[in-house]
């Protein structure tokens, strides 16, 4: 099915451990973004990317990776999980240039809890 | 800096009432404005969006215009159904598809 798909929907894991966020989409948008939604914050940019190979950091980074050797995906590493990171993360997409729209489209989201 | 402040939740209303839900921005240059609406358990997704000063965007009854000199674009809708119960977003977006979101307002809709 076309569209941006988020995996796993959901994640325990422990303070520590190496997880990765995976998001695929199939529009070949070229932006691409990573959220974080958390109780009285509302969504906050970790990384985001215009293209394959070009990535930059959001408001919130730090204990983030983010990489994007193809345009239709762009996985989120946390390479040792701590409890602050907890939250609903989002993947997202955007056509980019003189044809954006300026719509995000949003992925249905990834609850990770760190233990 | 660009930023987003929207009120506060939860907004309690019953069934066929009037929604107000203020958002105001700040923001250098000219951004476009948006509404995102977040169902339970679901992404968010666009409920409207105004590229420009005075545009009203419209769907599913929500309205919303954007005022440059009171820098806001407030949500409205003029009879709210339960089907309507979920979290909206205001937001903007400025540069290189940069966006900036609100906090992110509950409405809970009582038959």
């Known amino acids: 099915d076309a569209g941006i798909t988020q995996s796993p929907r959901y994640k325990i894991t422990e303070t520590g451990r190496q997880v990765t966020l995976m998001c695929h989409q199939t529009?070949?948008?070229?932006?691409m973004f990573w959220y974080r939604q958390d109780l009285g914050h509302g969504l906050r940019l970790i990384y985001y990317?215009?293209?394959?190979?070009?990535?930059d950091k959001g408001e919130v980074p730090d204990g983030y990776v983010v990489s994007r050797s193809k345009t239709e995906n762009f996985p989120l590493t946390l390479e040792s999980a701590t409890r602050s990171q907890t939250s609903v993360y989002f993947c997202a997409s955007s056509t980019g240039g003189s044809a954006n729209t300026g719509e995000l489209f949003f992925g249905e989201g990834s609850r990770l809890t760190v233990l | 800096g660009n930023s987003v402040t929207q009120m506060e939740g939860p907004v309690t209303l019953s069934e066929e009432a009037f929604l107000t839900i203020n958002c105001t921005y700040t923001?250098?240059?000219?951004?476009?404005l948006f509404w995102y609406v977040q169902y339970p358990g679901e992404g968010l997704q666009l409920l409207l969006k105004?590229?420009?000063?005075?545009d009203k965007g419209s769907n599913k009854g929500f309205e919303a215009t954007y005022r440059k000199e009171t820098t806001s674009f407030h949500l409205e809708k003029g009879s709210v159904q339960v089907s309507d119960s979920a979290v909206y977003f205001c937001a903007l977006r400025h540069n290189f598809n940069k966006f900036y979101f609100g906090s992110g307002t509950k409405l809970n809709v009582k038959p």
């Open positions: 990317s215009a293209a394959a190979d070009i990535t």
């Open positions: 529009w070949s948008h070229s932006y």
């Open positions: 105004a590229t420009k000063a005075d």
């Open positions: 923001a250098t240059g000219y951004p476009s």
